[in-house]
């Protein structure tokens, strides 16, 4: 079982940046697949983007492709999510996820681990 703590979360005006950071212990780097998802209010969570073990291999949501970029340093067992163009609609509370497998996935029902969510509120 990996344990996460997602940090950098915060207020930010429509068109700026944002970092988030997902660090991950129990598990050794690179075995695992990781992913953010998202949940803004009264609706459900939704996918994100996912990086595959080894940081080859990434795929995106359509709604931030372009502007999100997924990435991951094993050395360290972190994650990183660029978020750059920021939009309302962005607004929600980001979640890391891990699992079993070092193969990239969107399907939130193939992941075991969570982080405790970090909030993103973009403004207009």
């Known amino acids: 079982q990996v344990e996460l703590v997602e940090s950098g979360g915060g207020l930010v005006q429509a068109g700026g940046s944002l970092i988030l950071s997902c660090a991950a212990s129990?598990?050794?780097?690179?075995?695992?697949?990781m992913a953010w998802f998202r949940q803004a209010p009264g609706k459900a969570r939704e996918f994100v983007a996912t990086?595959?073990?080894?940081?080859?291999?990434?795929y995106y949501a359509n709604s931030v492709k372009g502007r999100f970029t997924i990435s991951r340093d094993n050395a360290k067992n972190i994650m990183y999510l660029q978020m750059n163009s920021l939009k309302p609609e962005d607004t929600a509370v980001y979640y890391c996820?891990?699992?079993?497998?070092?193969?990239?996935?969107?399907?939130?029902?193939?992941?075991?681990?969570w982080g405790q969510g970090t909030q993103v509120t973009v403004s207009s």
């Open positions: 996820a891990a699992r079993n497998s070092p193969y990239i996935s969107n399907v939130e029902d193939t992941f075991t681990s």
């Open positions: 129990g598990r050794t780097g690179g075995t695992y697949a």
């Open positions: 990086i595959n073990g080894n940081g080859g291999n990434t």
